[in-house]
């Protein structure tokens, strides 16, 4: 196997993250787990990125400078390109009224950073992308 | 308030001359008149005198009367002025009582127009309040999910080999930021606890094993500050209440977690668990968390549950509270169908008591 089809095989993640340590450190973990990653540290970043790399999934915040994540999520719903892209809200904001928005425009999970641990983002992405 | 038409009808009542006097004119004019005739006609035989006497005495009878009439109609004019000033009166008081009950109607208006404004102004405090409450937990869930990760990552042997000894130590450290998140999220749960009832799971709970399990949960800083941990059976064979094991432990943690940060080094901390049927008429368990810390201020013991609220002496030895321990428990313990008091003494310990409905079967579900 060369190594170009393997870089097709790989699953895109897109991952949406403003805080550059938690960005890094998801990166890491997914990259480990082979795939392959893309990131973007603001709403604006996001929605020109989606367009052009077209990911597997994408793993969202929610409080972003400018645009915020229900924008981005608003932006690819009504997208013709990737408007059924799995989006998996990762963010600390939890509170019932923004899982309730979130849900609304649809999305395949809310995970709490603070709740969950990367390993668990991990399986969780696995079980989406059908890895 | 004057009435024009009714001041009419009294002037109308007095009479500008006395028919007495009228008539008495009348009579000595037409006297004077008829002497004046039989001068001139010169008669002077007895008949004409004869006609002139009736007429007279005539003239001086209906003079009479209608003085007599006029009289009963001065009265009876009298009386109707008296009644009518009454009724002006009686008019004047309503119009006053009027007023008033209008000027009633206004405070009235005034006061609700107040208190939808404070109304208004107490919801929007609300919605800064738990705005602040989102953005502040999302800034602080941030930093603390990247020391879980970080640690998680190391424990789980994903950056390298680790030996037992520092697995240890990064365990504790874990567990730690695990415990923070947990604050974090009862400060952001805390607008919900008191709202939502339907979160709660009621169930057959074993006191005695919660209280276990959260005894060990609080080993290792009872350990560091040399406290001796205990639980107090006060009789065998204890039922089980009707509660979330979940919120219940949440009282428990936050009871014990104050026994311990205000009890001095090397004291003691004792839950006991007692069978509170025999003195009350329902059927509950008491729990009681005993600490020999530094008590609660005699003055500021009726505010000790309130959200939010820190006794002085707490806040002096262990500044960053968030003063929602005992609000939370207290809901949730109300929740619960149960009481929630305490005894304390400053500077020599306090006792937090509780009850619980002991368990009957799928009828506690609401209790």
Redesign the interface.
């Known amino acids: 196997m060369d190594k170009t089809n393997e870089t097709e095989k790989q699953k895109h993640v897109l991952i949406v993250e403003d805080d550059e340590f938690l960005r890094s450190l998801t990166a890491k973990r997914l990259e480990k787990e082979g795939y392959r990653i893309d990131v973007a540290v603001d709403g604006e970043n996001a929605i020109s990125l989606l367009e052009t790399i077209k990911p597997d999934i994408v793993l969202l915040d929610l409080l972003l400078p400018g645009k915020d994540g229900f924008e981005v999520l608003k932006n690819i719903r009504a997208s013709a390109t990737v408007k059924t892209v799995p989006v998996v809200i990762f963010s600390n904001l939890g509170q019932k009224e923004d899982i309730q928005k979130a849900n609304a425009l649809g999305v395949e999970d809310f995970l709490i950073k603070a709740n969950f641990t990367l390993d668990d983002v991990v399986s969780k992405i696995n079980k989406l992308v059908g890895k | 308030m004057e009435v024009p038409e009714r001041r009419s009808l009294i002037e109308i009542g007095k009479t500008p001359i006395n028919p007495l006097v009228f008539w008495g004119v009348i009579t000595l004019t037409l006297l004077v008149v008829l002497a004046l005739i039989i001068n001139t006609a010169g008669v002077t035989n007895g008949i004409h005198w004869l006609l002139v006497v009736p007429i007279v005495a005539y003239l001086l009878i209906m003079g009479f009367f209608i003085g007599y009439t006029h009289k009963l109609q001065k009265e009876r004019d009298r009386l109707m002025v008296e009644k009518i000033r009454e009724e002006e009166v009686k008019i004047g008081e309503v119009k006053k009582l009027n007023h008033e009950l209008e000027a009633y109607a206004k405070q009235l208006f005034d006061k609700d127009f107040e208190l939808s404004l404070a109304n208004k102004r107490l919801q929007s405090l609300e919605q800064a309040k ?1 705005k602040f409450v ?1 953005v502040t ?2 800034q602080l ?2 930093p ?3 020391i ?3 640690f ?2 190391i424990l ?1 042997g ?1 950056m390298g080999p680790i030996t037992a000894d520092q697995k240890n130590f990064l365990q504790k450290g874990y567990d730690s930021a695990e415990r923070m ?1 947990t604050i ?2 009862d400060l ?1 749960n805390v607008d ?1 606890i008191e709202a939502d009832r339907s979160d709660y799971n009621f169930t057959a709970v074993d006191l005695i094993k919660l209280s276990e399990g959260i005894l060990f949960e609080f080993t290792n800083p009872a350990e560091s500050k040399k406290i001796k941990l205990d639980l107090i059976k006060s009789v065998d064979g204890l039922p089980t209440v009707a509660a979330d094991p979940i919120k219940i432990g949440m009282v428990l943690e936050n009871l014990v977690d104050n026994a311990i940060k205000y009890t001095p080094v090397g004291g003691r901390v004792t839950i006991h668990l007692s069978d509170a049927r025999i003195n009350s008429a329902r059927s509950s368990l008491e729990v009681i968390v005993s600490d020999g810390g530094i008590g609660i201020p005699a003055a500021e013991r009726d505010k000790i549950f309130h959200r939010f609220f820190r006794g002085s002496n707490a806040v002096r030895l262990e500044p960053n509270g968030t003063g929602l321990g005992l609000f939370i428990a207290r809901d949730i313990i109300e929740k619960h169908g149960g009481d929630i008091w305490f005894e304390s003494k400053e500077g020599a310990g306090t006792n937090f008591h509780f009850t619980l409905p002991v368990f009957r079967g799928s009828e506690t579900k609401t209790p």
Do not use: P
Request: aromatic content about 10%; glycine content about 4%; cysteine-free.
């Open positions: 738990s989102s937990t999302h869930r941030t603390l999910a990247a879980k990760w970080t998680h990552m789980g994903n998140i974090i999220n952001l919900y």
